[in-house]
């Protein structure tokens, strides 16, 4: 929005960190930067050494005013460091993560509760895929923040629960797969040059599945044959060609699924509302390429427990963690990590990899806190500000100490004795606020003390005078004062005593 | 800290839990019917009402400029018999319909109702048997709860506004039977408690588009009851926020403010007082000057005269006393 003022903004921070309740994690595919947003709407960036992801926490960036729900890559072009945040009041922010300037922000009347980011099949950089308090899906460009077009639905439209965008193996389009909170299963299929021009899009197939409220919908990525689905209360594996349930898994009792993802054709990876991971192998009839594929659910054969990626010390959270899995690649390495950012600003990493050997059941983290991050970062600070008070303060002890050792010195000796410029003494004796009366140096202003003791001096005085009028001896003893008037002059007169 | 303020300390902390274990979850529990009544009032299949409710309504508007038969039934208007006049042609009455094949959604009564069940849904998560730990965590759920029935709220109340060439383009109007000519278009929409009905007339004056609207509107009786349990539910929740964040904040506060009243004996009344003596330059209080000193004066004697008095003190100028 062009203007002509500009309006700073200024921040005030005091000793204790501002409360970071995370709502959205990011990590970027370099693992170079971390970024969380909060239910107040700050998003705070961290610097993340890739070999020992060791998180320090750089940024905080301020403008959403709205739990920040969704973090997303903008761009897949190597020196763009950009990312997209979108808040629950609509707000959606293009943030460059070098300098944390806002490069593009944008309100609209649609509020997402998730963002997919994915490179189309003609088109030269990233676009984001929306999904959330509406009837459609959006197609957004990252960059101008402008819906490009968006999806409809023709069958029992109604909100997009959950979504995923992939490009089948064999063929050269983009689908979309889609579940609304119904229950309805829609699928697009996107030959690259749709537009607004093209709208209303609708969807080429639709099914009914008895699945209300999903939170996520994942294609599995090594074979594209198999769909996880999770709700709160359980969590799905459908055959993608016809969408039959192939097996299902309760959340553990008092806990609630969040989301989760493939790990392998026969690995998922699950997480819940107490912010810990689940691997599980899936049974024989779950998994493509099995002789028991799509057959009925055997009784001894059920989604196994392997590990559980958890804290150690389980402390209580206050509201469920964000949580995201992703795979990175460091120095042609691929790492494949779960992240968790908690109610207290603590974010935790998991090497997924690392705890899939059935021995290891509680795999530590690596956390780091804001509040721990911002106590080293005062500490630090007061240690500035004191060596830099102490700078100052030497030159200033020792003009003090003249003066006092001889209140009749004159600034000059004083300038000549120590080496300074006579300015710089004066500057500091006013400072101190010591000025010259009568060739001596007093400090000039009055401490409370000594007003108070004159104050008390005078009414003592004239109490003193009522119980023995010493004025009116002081005045008859002497007969003599002086009396001035501007009318007449000076002449002694009689007092009337 | 005295047995007294000890006890005091004591008793905020029991009210405190207190408040979590039991207060919370009746006033969910109460919050919860009031929800489940609104969204039984709604005509879409909500939290177990199957309701396909079919409503009719009149919409006219005066005078006798257009006129509307509208059936509404769930969240779409599924049979319309629309007439308008056209504005530019005076004696032209423009005619339309919508039909079963392809009804008039209105989105703004599924975006209420899904914000409504996402309310419900924060509520049937909290297990009735469940013990709160923290008070963090209750402000957290009447957060969520708040947030999705004021979007509720809105929905209802604030209609999305459309450019009108996507206006043109919608779904709805293209399910118009028989369409309308280019230059017209019509459009439903909710605004709080009523149904309204607006046709637009797009007329190119000296090269710019003007558009002449001209509204209808009339009352839907479940919106308003909706409208009202919504506001009433979200009253609740406000009151249960309030009394968690006064009952946390009591517990440690009380501990500082009896310390404070035994340190200070300064009165609120007493500094009133003093300022406004100060402001008005007058003397607080009588000044003590003996007469000898008076009588003997032709001088102008201005003095600071400054009396103590137990926790605070008065300042006051005497005046002049002009000489003869």
């Known amino acids: ?497 | 800290m005295t047995d007294n303020e000890k006890e005091e300390a004591a008793n905020l902390k029991e009210e405190f839990e207190w408040v979590l274990r039991e207060e919370v979850h009746a006033i969910l529990h109460q919050l919860h019917s009031v929800l489940v009544e609104c969204a039984h009032r709604f005509p879409v299949p909500l939290y177990g009402n199957e309701g396909q409710k079919q409503d009719k309504f009149i919409l006219t508007s005066q005078p006798e400029q257009l006129k509307c038969i509208v059936t509404l039934t769930g969240d779409s208007i599924t049979h319309a018999d629309i007439s308008f006049k056209v504005l530019r042609q005076m004696h032209t009455i423009c005619r339309t319909s919508i039909n079963q094949d392809g009804p008039w959604k209105l989105q703004q009564i599924q975006d209420a109702a899904n914000h409504l069940q996402q309310a419900i849904g924060y509520i049937d998560n909290v297990d009735k048997h469940y013990i709160f730990r923290s008070s963090d965590e209750v402000l957290h759920i009447i957060q969520c709860l708040i947030g999705s029935l004021q979007r509720a709220r809105t929905a209802l109340v604030l209609p999305k506004k459309k450019a009108i060439d996507e206006l043109m383009n919608s779904r709805n109007m293209k399910a118009l039977s028989p369409n309308l000519p280019e230059d017209l278009a019509i459009s439903f929409y909710i605004q709080s408690h009523k149904l309204i009905f607006v046709t637009y007339q797009l007329t190119s004056v000296h090269g710019t588009m003007r558009i002449d609207s001209c509204q209808a509107d009339c009352a839907v009786p479940w919106l308003s009851d909706v409208l009202w349990m919504l506001t009433a539910a979200s009253h609740m929740c406000q009151q249960l926020k309030d009394k968690d964040i006064v009952a946390d904040e009591n517990v440690p506060t009380t501990e500082y403010m009896i310390t404070d009243e035994i340190k200070n004996e300064i009165t609120m009344h007493d500094i009133m007082k003093v300022l406004k003596y100060m402001k008005i330059g007058k003397a607080a209080g009588y000044d003590r000057f003996s007469s000898e000193m008076l009588s003997g004066c032709g001088v102008i004697v201005a003095a600071c005269c400054t009396q103590w008095q137990i926790g605070g003190f008065r300042e006051g100028v005497i005046g002049v006393i002009p000489s003869l």
């Open chain 1, 1 to 497: 929005m062009p203007g002509t003022n500009l309006i700073v903004p200024v921040v005030l921070w005091g000793k204790h960190a501002p409360t970071h309740c995370v709502s959205s994690v990011y990590l970027s595919r370099d693992q170079k930067t971390l970024v969380t947003g909060c239910y107040d709407g700050q998003i705070c960036i961290w610097q993340v050494n890739p070999e020992t992801l060791k998180m320090t926490p750089r940024c905080l960036l301020v403008g959403h005013t709205a739990p920040v729900t969704c973090l997303s890559r903008a761009s897949i072009i190597q020196d763009n460091n950009f990312i997209v945040s979108s808040s629950e009041a609509g707000e959606m922010c293009t943030w460059d993560l070098i300098d944390g300037k806002c490069r593009e922000s944008v309100k609209l009347s649609q509020i997402h509760t998730n963002i997919q980011a994915y490179h189309m099949c003609n088109s030269d950089d990233l676009r984001l895929f929306c999904n959330g308090y509406y009837a459609e899906i959006l197609i957004m460009d990252p960059f101008s923040l402008e819906i490009l077009f968006s999806l409809s639905s023709k069958m029992n439209p109604d909100w997009i629960s959950a979504l995923h965008v992939l490009r089948p193996s064999s063929r050269k389009d983009d689908v979309v797969l889609a579940i609304s909170i119904t229950g309805t299963v829609k699928v697009w299929s996107l030959l690259g040059h749709e537009n607004k021009q093209s709208e209303p899009i609708y969807e080429n197939e639709s099914k009914q599945i008895r699945c209300l409220n999903a939170l996520s919908l994942n294609c599995c990525a090594y074979n594209q044959r198999t769909v996880l689905i999770v709700c709160a209360k359980y969590c799905q594996i459908y055959d993608a060609g016809d969408f039959s349930v192939l097996c299902s898994i309760t959340a553990p009792s008092g806990e609630r699924w969040m989301s989760g993802d493939f790990l392998s054709p026969d690995r998922i990876l699950v997480w819940s509302t107490e912010g810990k991971g689940y691997l599980y192998k899936l049974p024989a009839n779950s998994v493509p390429d099995h002789k028991g594929f799509h057959g009925p659910t055997v009784d001894h054969d059920s989604p196994v427990l392997l590990s559980m990626l958890a804290h150690p010390d389980n402390k209580l959270l206050s509201c469920p963690p964000a949580m995201r899995y992703l795979i990175t690649s460091v120095g042609g390495k691929q790492r494949r990590l779960m992240l968790r950012g908690d109610s207290e600003g603590v974010v935790s990493i998991w090497n997924v990899d690392e705890a899939n050997t059935p021995v290891s059941t509680f795999t530590v983290p690596l956390s780091v806190g804001v509040a721990q991050s911002w106590f080293s970062l005062v500490i630090l600070m007061s240690k500035m500000n004191h060596a830099l008070v102490d700078l100052f303060r030497d030159e200033d002890d020792a003009i003090s100490e003249k003066v006092e050792e001889d209140r009749h010195i004159s600034s000059y000796d004083i300038a000549e004795k120590l080496g300074l410029d006579h300015k710089t003494v004066l500057t500091h004796l006013k400072k101190a606020r010591y000025t010259k009366k009568l060739e001596t140096w007093v400090p000039q202003e009055l401490a409370e003390r000594n007003l108070m003791n004159r104050v008390l001096i005078c009414d003592s005085l004239l109490i003193h005078n009522q119980t023995e009028p010493f004025l009116k001896t002081l005045i008859t003893d002497d007969k003599k004062w002086i009396i001035y008037n501007k009318r007449d002059i000076i002449a002694p007169s009689r007092s009337t005593a």
